[in-house]
T-cell receptor, first 112, second 114 residues
Framework: GNSVTQMEGPVTLSEEAFLTINCTYT??????LFWYVQYPGEGLQLLLK?????DKGSNKGFEATYRKETTSFHLEKGSVQVSDSAVYFC???????????FGKGTRLSVIA | IAGITQAPTSQILAAGRRMTLRCTQD?????MYWYRQDLGLGLRLIHY???????GKGEVPDGYSVSRANTDDFPLTLASAVPSQTSVYFC?????????????FGAGSRLTVL
């Protein structure tokens, strides 16, 4: 079946540090891959996406590259800010009308 | 403002009571979803609907029911609440006919079953 595995948190970083949150997936076919972010007290919102192999999604300084050979979609940011403190979810959707499958989420805390 | 409205925001409920969580969207999205979020377990799909008049079971459907009488509304009902249903519930919707099929989420409903 389809599944997403992401690194367990919490992750605590100092402001301006480099961030990597690992995400690997298992899927049949050619899924679309997503990163969603959940700020405190809010619902999830899309951060970035990639729909085919070697695509790079980017938004708000975050990037992730769809690596089919390693079945990975790691999230990176070169210099985190306190406002990036949130829970980050990796997700996939296989082709067709299937619902999104989420990882368990990684909580990021950035301290000044 | 276009989006998803969930109600109630928060509710404390006695075990055995019936509860309906409401979800309304104004984006004319064809697909709607209910997830529950629990610490350490992430988001788990309860039920979904790809179009008005149809529903499907997700990963954790037991103890929950849904209906999709029209495009905009997708209520989630707990027929007889149990403490293990204490959770934060998120409704989401998407236009599944678009390429990337991105989900839009509501702000969540926090339910405590005592």
């Amino acid at each position: 079946g389809n599944s997403v595995t992401q690194m367990e948190g919490p992750v605590t970083l100092s402001e301006e540090a480099f961030l990597t949150i690992n995400c690997t997936y298992t899927a049949t076919g050619y899924p679309s891959l997503f990163w969603y972010v959940q700020y405190p007290g809010e619902g999830l919102q899309l951060l970035l996406k990639a729909t085919k192999a070697d695509d790079k999604g980017s938004n708000k300084g975050f990037e992730a590259t769809y690596r089919k050979e390693t079945t990975s979609f790691h999230l990176e940011k070169g210099s985190v800010q306190v406002s990036d403190s949130a829970v980050y979810f990796c997700a996939l959707r296989n082709s067709g009308n299937t619902p999104l499958v989420f990882g368990k989420g990684t909580r990021l805390s950035v301290i000044a | 403002i276009a989006g998803i409205t969930q109600a109630p925001t928060s509710q404390i409920l006695a075990a055995g009571r019936r509860m309906t969580l409401r979800c309304t969207q104004d984006m004319r999205h064809n697909a709607m979803y209910w997830y529950r979020q629990d610490l350490g377990l992430g988001l788990r799909l309860i039920h979904y609907s790809n179009t008005a008049g149809t529903t499907g079971k997700g990963e954790v459907p037991d103890g929950y029911s849904v209906s999709r009488a029209n495009t905009d509304d997708f209520p989630l009902t707990l027929a007889s609440a149990v403490p293990s249903q204490t959770s934060v519930y998120f409704c989401a919707s998407s236009d599944s006919h678009s390429g990337a099929n991105v989900l839009t989420f509501g702000a969540g409903s926090r339910l405590t079953v005592l």
